[in-house]
């Protein structure tokens, strides 16, 4: 959503900040970060970790804000959110079926509306196994991630195969 988190995105300024893999492209990591008063009192307690001694994901994360702020990766994959979003939606809306596109931009998903739960369930299941078919594996409960790796030709595809899965 934003290089300092949904924090910066939303203006709030927590007391503590609890961040993980998304700083090191899927890599395990997690950080815990805050006011100064707060981690001196944290600074006095032991922290132990599964992959606390492993410098990958630190070496990981620190290339992936580097290619973020080198390639203004966040302002890019707000533009190919916005573009995907604004595609599924007038797709929605020709088909006539009842979903709705949510989330931010950059991390869109749909939600199909139909007031019967095992109509939305197959629905879900028909779409998201006809998507995977073409090509494009969407995942039926969860926000999709648009990355730096992510094209205009991908979100033509991903609509391409949305438009005829969904028919």
Not at 5 to 30: C, H, R, W
Not at 50 to 68: G, K
Not at 74 to 92: A, D, H, N, S, V
Request: proline residues 4%.
């Amino acid at each position: 959503m934003a290089l300092g988190g949904t924090q910066e995105y939303f203006g709030v300024a927590p007391d503590l900040t609890a961040v993980s893999k998304a700083m090191a492209n899927g890599y395990p990591i997690s950080a815990v970060v805050g006011k100064r008063e707060i981690m001196q009192v944290a600074a006095k307690t032991r922290l132990s970790a599964t992959f606390f001694i492993n410098s990958f994901p630190m070496t990981a994360a620190l290339a992936t804000i580097h290619e973020i702020e080198k390639r203004n990766g966040i302002q890019y994959m707000w533009r190919l959110g916005k573009k995907l979003r604004q595609g599924l939606t007038e797709i929605i809306e020709e088909e006539g079926v009842e979903a709705q596109v949510m989330g931010v931009p950059s991390l869109p998903m749909i939600k199909f509306t139909d007031k019967n739960e095992k109509i939305r369930e197959r629905l879900k299941v028909v779409l998201f196994s006809e998507t995977t078919k073409r090509g494009v594996l969407l995942h039926p409960n969860h926000c999709w991630f648009l990355s730096l790796a992510h094209t205009e030709q991908d979100v033509n595809k991903t609509l391409e195969a949305f438009r005829e899965s969904l028919k």
